[in-house]
């Protein structure tokens, strides 16, 4: 069996979503004795509104930043992984986590997937561009919408 030594955790920062994915990334975490660091990327809210020409300021994206990092503390703190290995950066999900991947020399990541089909899966997957676009192995743990195993 491969040894990990470093396993990188996409979250969302939602409960509904996290909690699988997390709960499996921490078990191989003791399993294998590997370290887990938990990465957030928040979108850039100005591609957002120049679609609909709608000017969306800077004010916003720092709040967003700011919620995220609450939530972000909250989570790390009931999980118990320290603050050093929590990472909020702004920018595209995909670009983020595989940036934060290839940096922090992780050898798994582990990325939740909703498995949609149709419409959805051609306006692009994080989880997805992630599978294809990382350097190390990914485990894509399948997310039920609503379930909070």
Known sequence: MV???HILVAVELDPTCDNIAVKRALALSKVLDA???LVHAVEHMSS???AYGI???ADVEEMLIENAQKAM???GDKLGVPESHRIIKMGP????ILAEAEELKVDL???GSHGRHGIRLLLGSTANAVIHGAKCD?????IVDGEKK
Not at 93 to 96: D, I, P, Q
């Open 3 to 5: 040894k990990y030594k």
């Open 35 to 37: 370290k887990v660091t």
């Open 48 to 50: 957002y509104g120049a």
């Open 55 to 57: 000017a969306v300021g």
């Open 73 to 75: 503390d909250e989570l």
């Open 93 to 96: 999900a995909k670009l983020v």
């Open 109 to 111: 990541i582990v990325v």
């Open 138 to 142: 990914v485990l894509a743990v399948r």
